[in-house]
């Protein structure tokens, strides 16, 4: 049809050229006519006969396919590092990822939930959500292989077209607060022994102050005596705002290294001459173990003598008395710079020693006060080592003392 037309353009074309021509040439009468009459003939001539209007091209009918999303939705929950599950109808699990596996085990396809997942709580989450429609979470506690928390969420996935053979899918993810709700109980349990340790103090110098005001008026002997307790009071007091003060501090600046060089040879024999006194008093030698020249170590030499201090000084305090407390300073070019502070005290049994860091834990609460100490000064040595990218290792023998050694 197009060619059709085409043709009969070019035609009517050569029509209107030849009459162009005729004029130009002055034809007239009988030589005009002739020459349109041939024309006209030509045009009949190469006319092709009428075709009958085409019918459209009409293509072949395919049944639209309905492409299954779940591999899509698979690849998408596998890059995710925290445990998700895609549940079907009736709670069967169609896949879990690899946070998953790690997490909870690896569960068949087409499973029910139920089958790792145990808890009445979570169970009727699951229920409620798949007959309502509607997204929930809750929170749930493993204690076993260790304690962890999560908060579940569980909601539709919203698809255009839900694979026919699994209907309507789900999302069951896990997020871990574990590190959260630890942050929290710590956050509580040092408002708590804070709160306390303040408070002791203080109503025992309330109660001085009314007696030295009442019964103690004229007695210069028990004032002298409830003097010297209320100084004491005062003083634990004072030790204990220093430490928190310290706390306080260190934590403000704890994403900042220290970038001075410090000679630890030096260091540590100034801090064994501050502690001489004390040693004395206890009855304990401090044997320095030191290599020759000099080993330096990028930190802040003042947290450096707070941390060596404060080990050598419980070494002192909770060591064995009349015995030795050892401080050996090793420098091997290759392994990290340690300090390593050993006593031979009766030992720290081995479910205290993961918590000696802890703000205000003590092994012995009776014993630490007796020694004037507030609870926070490895506390103030954990952190004062993490700011300076160390670590503080500690290994124990009940009956043959214990080790702290701070590797740089």
């Not at 349109?36 to 209007?53: C, F, M």
Request: charged share 25%.
């Amino acid at each position: 049809m197009a060619e059709r037309v085409e043709r009969e353009r070019i035609l009517l074309l050569l029509v209107s050229l030849l009459a162009l021509l005729a004029f130009v040439l002055g034809l007239t009468g009988i030589e005009a006519a002739l020459g349109w009459l041939l024309l006209g003939t030509a045009i009949l001539a190469r006319a092709p006969a009428a075709e009958p209007d085409e019918a459209p091209a009409v293509e072949p009918f395919e049944p639209r396919r309905i492409s299954d999303p779940l591999p899509d939705v698979a690849a998408t929950l596998g890059a995710l590092d925290a445990p998700a599950f895609v549940l079907g109808r009736d709670a069967t699990v169609l896949f879990q990822n690899r946070a998953a596996e790690k997490a909870f085990g690896t569960l068949p396809p087409g499973s029910h939930i139920s089958a790792r997942l145990r808890s009445p709580g979570i169970l009727d989450m699951v229920r409620e959500t798949m007959a309502t429609g509607e997204p929930n979470q809750i929170e749930h506690s493993e204690r076993l292989p260790s304690e962890r928390v999560f908060v579940l969420r569980i909601a539709p996935i919203e698809l255009a077209e839900p694979p026919p053979t699994a209907g309507k899918l789900y999302l069951l993810s896990f997020r871990d607060v574990s590190e959260l709700r630890r942050i929290d109980r710590m956050r509580s349990d040092f408002v708590a022994n804070a709160s306390h340790e303040l408070r002791t103090p203080l109503a025992s110098l309330r109660g001085f102050i009314e007696t030295l005001q009442g019964p103690a008026r004229a007695d210069p002997a028990a004032q002298d005596r409830f003097l010297g307790i209320m100084l004491d009071q005062a003083t634990r007091m004072s030790r204990l705002v220093d430490d928190l003060l310290s706390l306080s501090r260190l934590e403000l600046k704890s994403h900042i290294a220290p970038d001075e060089s410090v000679d630890l040879v030096p260091l540590l024999g100034h801090v064994r001459d501050s502690l001489v006194p004390l040693a004395d008093d206890l009855g304990v030698e401090i044997r320095m173990h030191l290599p020759e020249g000099k080993v330096e170590v990028l930190g802040d030499r003042d947290e450096l003598v707070q941390v060596f201090e404060n080990l050598i000084e419980n070494a002192c305090k909770y060591g064995q008395e009349g015995k030795a407390v050892d401080v050996y300073l090793r420098n091997d070019a290759s392994q990290p710079v340690e300090v390593s502070v050993v006593d031979q005290g009766p030992g720290i049994p081995a479910e205290h020693v993961p918590r000696l860091t802890e703000r205000f834990y003590r092994v012995s609460v009776a014993d630490s006060r007796s020694k004037k100490g507030t609870g926070l000064g490895l506390a103030i040595v954990k952190h004062i080592l993490t700011r300076h990218r160390a670590r503080l290792l500690v290994r124990s023998e009940i009956g043959r003392g214990t080790d702290f050694t701070v590797r740089f």
